[in-house]
């Protein structure tokens, strides 16, 4: 089966890896055909052991080669494609388009904090196939309030997002 790992923190806040150690690590814990998607932390590889296993084994083995708490969500690449594929948002130049992967319901809890928060112009969230979509303007992603609650250290190790347009590098390259 080939996956995608997408590391939480990567790159950020004093976190700084090459992606060549990563690979390495991931090649260490025994997976096969790894390679990497740009440098934050979006790893590829193949492996016949179930989801949850791999997610303990590349944690374990990321925390200990870097010396960090690391946290990385796992989807295969039929999930991916279907990420891509049921983007509920219009691409646009002045729009980014984020989904979120993350622990089981993660969705709800996003949903929650999104509809609490004050709306930006042209701010929307969508879940769709228990995946959580939100749009923002370019250059609100971290001023808006929902940005903002993103970062907040309770959510660490239940979510990561990434671009639309990487899911789509990723899809491409799986």
Known sequence: M????????????????KMAEVMNVFSDAGMKEVSSV?????ILFSSDKKPSELKN????????YFDY????????????SEIVNNNPFNKAEDLHIYVFVGIEDVETLLMEEFSKSDKAENENAQIVADTFYWQIQKGNTLGSTFGKVLGKKKLKDKITSRNINTFERILKKL
Not at 38 to 42: K, Q, T
Not at 69 to 80: G, P, Q, T, V
């Open 2 to 17: 080939k996956y995608c790992a997408f590391l939480r923190g990567v790159n950020v806040n004093g976190t700084s890896m």
């Open 38 to 42: 740009l440098a934050s932390g979006n």
């Open 57 to 64: 084994i590349l944690e374990k083995s990321m925390s200990e």
């Open 69 to 80: 708490e690391a946290f990385l969500f796992l989807k295969n690449e039929n999930e991916i």
